[in-house]
């Protein structure tokens, strides 16, 4: 099983970025997915998780800004974030698993991460 996270970059505050997770070795309609970042010195931190069922999950702090979408035909799934911050700046991870998790960070398989860097 292999998630490969894509997308990420340096970027200005206010802009968008999409990441991409794109799974081989599982079907990610299956599996609840999610991503999560950590930002220099701090924790890994849950942002947002998609379940099989299409049941969408986020971090209180990215609500209005973050979408987590899934393209099963590709087999990868995707956040979309607009008004990008400085704050946003972390390593940003996907992760997938058959059952449970979800917002916890008990997930059976991680991508490598991708950076997102906002400048001010």
């Known amino acids: 099983v292999q998630l490969q996270a894509s997308g990420g970059g340096l970027v200005q505050a206010g802009a968008s970025l999409r990441l991409s997770c794109a799974a081989s070795?599982?079907?990610?309609?299956?599996?609840?997915m999610a991503w999560f970042r950590q930002a220099p010195g701090k924790e890994r931190a849950f942002v947002a998780a998609?379940?099989?069922?299409?049941?969408?999950y986020f971090a209180d702090s990215v609500k209005g800004r973050f979408t987590i979408s899934r393209d099963d035909a590709k087999n990868t799934a995707h956040l979309e974030i607009i008004s990008l911050k400085p704050e946003d700046t972390a390593v940003y991870y996907c992760?997938?698993?058959?059952?449970?998790?979800?917002?916890?960070?008990?997930?059976?398989?991680w991508g490598q991460g991708t950076q997102v860097t906002v400048s001010s």
């Open positions: 992760a997938a698993s058959s059952a449970g998790a979800i917002t916890s960070d008990k997930y059976r398989y």
């Open positions: 070795g599982i079907t990610l309609s299956q599996y609840n």
């Open positions: 998609l379940r099989w069922s299409g049941t969408t």
